[in-house]
C-alpha cells in the first residue's frame, strides 16, 4: 500500500514512455570510471566505489517524485556518489512481461508483500542470501516478523526481498459525527462486536443527511487476524467453508443489518469525502488521504483508535505488510544493487522513513522515538494506537490465493442479499477451486 505520498502530478524523476527504451539500454550496464575514488563503505570490501553504475529502479507501487527523492535516490547518493539512479514506473509497455520480453527489466523492484507473484512466474526474484554473506549483513537487525513474512517466497530459507518500511492500521473516526451525537470517542483495544455496537449510536439521518456508524471494510484483513489461510498449500483446494469464514461473513452482516448502515458504494469516499462514515477501519494510506484533503483546504477533524480484533486474539490486526526493494535476476549490476537496499535499511534512512510516518524496519529502537515528527497531519493524533496493534503473521501463501479472495466479496453480498451464508461460501470455494484447476492446468500445459 502507498502511504504518504499524496495524488500530486508525477514530474520529477517519471521516466515518460517514449524514452523508455533509450533509458533502460543503460539499465544493465556500469558507466565508464570517474576520475575520483569515494570512501568503500563498511563491510563491502569488494565493491569498488571508484566506478560510476547506473541503476533502474521498478516502481510496482506508486510513490510520487519527491517521496523517491527523499527516502531511496537521495540517501543512495549521498551514501554512494557513484551510483544513480533511474526510476520505471508501470504501467502501459511498462509492464514486466513487457520489460522482460524487451530484455530491459530494471535492476531493482519497489513492491509489497502480497504483490510478488508475477515477477516469481517471470523468474525475476533474486536470492540474496550470497550477497548477505559476501558483505556480511546482519539480517537480525531486521523486524523478525517482516523477515519472515518475506521469506514465505521462497521454499528453502531465499530471502529475495529487503524490507524499507512496515504498513500499519488503525481505526480512523470523524471526531465531528461523535460529537454532533454527543458519542464516547472509540477506545483502544476494542473487539469488533463493541465497535459494531458503538456504531448503532452514530448511524441515523440527520438534518436529512444519512450517517453510517461503520463499515469493517477488510475480508482478507480479518482473515489475516484469526490467522486463516485461503487455499491449502498441499491440495491447492480453497479453504472459505471453514468455520473462520463464516464467523467474518456474519460479524460483516451484523453490521451491514443495522438500519441505514447497509453495504453500499465506496465506504472510503464516505468517509473521507462525504463525511458521512463515522469509523473506518484502513491502511497507513488513509493519513495520505486526509492530508491531500487538508492540503486542500477540506480537512477532517479526525483520530485514530487501534484496529478492533477478535477477544480470542486481543491486539492482533491485519497481517504484516512491507514496501520492499528486491535485486533483480537479470541485472548485471548485483553488488551496487545490494549496497542500495541494505543501506536503506540502516540507522540514517530508517530514521528519515519514521519521522516521515513510516514504520522502520530496524529493530533499533532510536528511528521510532521520532516517529512521525515530520508529518504535520499526525501532530496532536493517538499514534499509542498503531503500536497497540499487532501485525499477525504471515499466512500459509500459495500462488492461488487471489483466486479465492476474489470470490469473498462477491459471496458477502449475496449473503447480504438474504443468501445463506454456508451457501454462499460453498459456491464462492467451488467458483474458487474451478479457477485453481483451470490456472494448474494452463500452467502445465506450458
Not at 101 to 113: K, N, T
Not at 268 to 275: A, Q
Not at 320 to 347: E, G, R
Request: net charge neutral; hydrophobic share 35%; charged share 25%.
Amino acid at each position: 500500500m502507498n502511504m504518504f505520498g499524496g495524488r500530486r502530478k508525477l514530474t520529477k524523476v517519471v521516466v515518460s514512455i517514449p524514452v523508455i527504451l533509450a533509458l533502460m539500454s543503460g539499465c544493465s550496464k556500469e558507466a565508464s570510471p570517474g576520475p575520483e575514488k569515494p570512501p568503500a563503505p563498511q563491510g563491502a570490501d569488494s565493491f569498488d566505489t571508484s566506478k560510476p553504475v547506473k541503476l533502474s529502479l521498478y516502481m510496482g507501487l506508486l510513490q510520487p517524485d519527491e517521496w523517491i527523492q527523499k527516502h531511496i535516490i537521495g540517501p543512495v547518493q549521498k551514501k554512494y556518489p557513484n551510483i544513480s539512479i533511474d526510476i520505471v514506473r508501470k504501467g502501459k509497455g511498462t509492464n514486466p512481461d513487457e520489460l522482460v520480453v524487451a530484455g530491459m527489466f530494471p535492476d531493482l523492484i519497489y513492491e509489497s508483500i502480497p504483490r510478488y507473484t508475477p515477477y516469481k512466474d517471470l523468474g525475476l526474484l533474486y536470492d540474496m542470501n550470497d550477497m548477505i554473506k559476501k558483505y556480511k549483513f546482519d539480517v537480525g537487525k531486521l523486524n523478525p516478523v517482516v523477515v519472515d513474512a518475506l521469506k514465505v517466497w521462497g521454499s528453502g530459507g531465499e530471502l529475495y526481498h529487503m524490507p524499507l518500511w512496515m504498513n500499519f492500521t488503525a481505526l480512523y473516526y470523524n471526531k465531528d459525527i461523535f460529537d454532533k451525537f454527543g458519542v464516547a470517542y472509540p477506545k483502544d483495544g476494542m473487539t469488533w462486536d463493541e465497535a459494531i455496537e458503538l456504531s448503532k449510536s452514530l448511524t441515523r439521518t440527520q438534518d436529512n443527511v444519512a450517517y453510517r456508524g461503520l463499515d469493517p471494510t477488510s475480508i482478507t484483513g480479518m482473515a489475516h487476524q484469526l490467522g486463516l489461510n485461503f487455499v491449502d498449500p498441499k491440495t491447492n483446494q480453497a479453504l472459505l467453508e471453514n468455520d473462520g469464514f463464516k464467523r467474518i461473513f456474519q460479524t460483516f452482516l451484523t453490521a451491514y443489518k443495522i438500519p441505514g448502515n447497509e453495504m453500499r458504494g465506496v465506504s472510503r469516499d464516505t468517509f473521507l469525502k462525504d463525511r458521512t462514515m463515522a469509523m473506518y477501519p484502513f491502511y497507513a494510506d488513509m493519513v495520505t488521504l486526509l492530508a491531500d484533503s487538508a492540503a486542500k483546504g477540506a480537512p477532517v477533524n479526525w483520530d485514530m483508535a487501534s484496529l478492533p480484533s477478535f477477544p480470542e486474539r486481543p491486539g492482533i490486526g491485519y497481517e504484516v505488510d512491507s514496501h520492499n526493494l528486491s535485486i533483480s535476476s537479470s541485472s548485471q549490476n548485483k553488488d551496487a544493487a545490494f549496497m542500495v537496499v541494505s543501506y536503506l535499511t540502516s540507522l540514517e534512512p530508517q530514521l528519515e522513513l519514521s519521522k516521515s510516518g513510516y514504520l522502520p524496519v530496524t529493530t533499533d529502537p532510536e528511528p521510532l522515538k521520532s516517529f512521525g515528527a515530520n508529518q504535520p497531519e499526525l501532530k496532536g493524533k493517538h499514534l499509542d494506537a498503531i503500536f497497540k496493534t499487532k501485525p499477525a503473521p504471515f499466512h500459509k501463501f500459495t500462488p492461488y490465493d487471489s483466486l479465492a479472495t476474489g470470490r469473498l466479496s462477491p459471496a458477502l453480498a449475496e449473503a447480504e442479499k438474504g443468501k445463506d451464508i454456508n451457501t454462499a461460501l460453498r459456491e464462492a470455494s467451488e467458483a474458487a477451486n474451478k479457477l485453481i484447476q483451470e490456472k494448474l492446468a494452463a500452467t502445465a500445459a506450458k
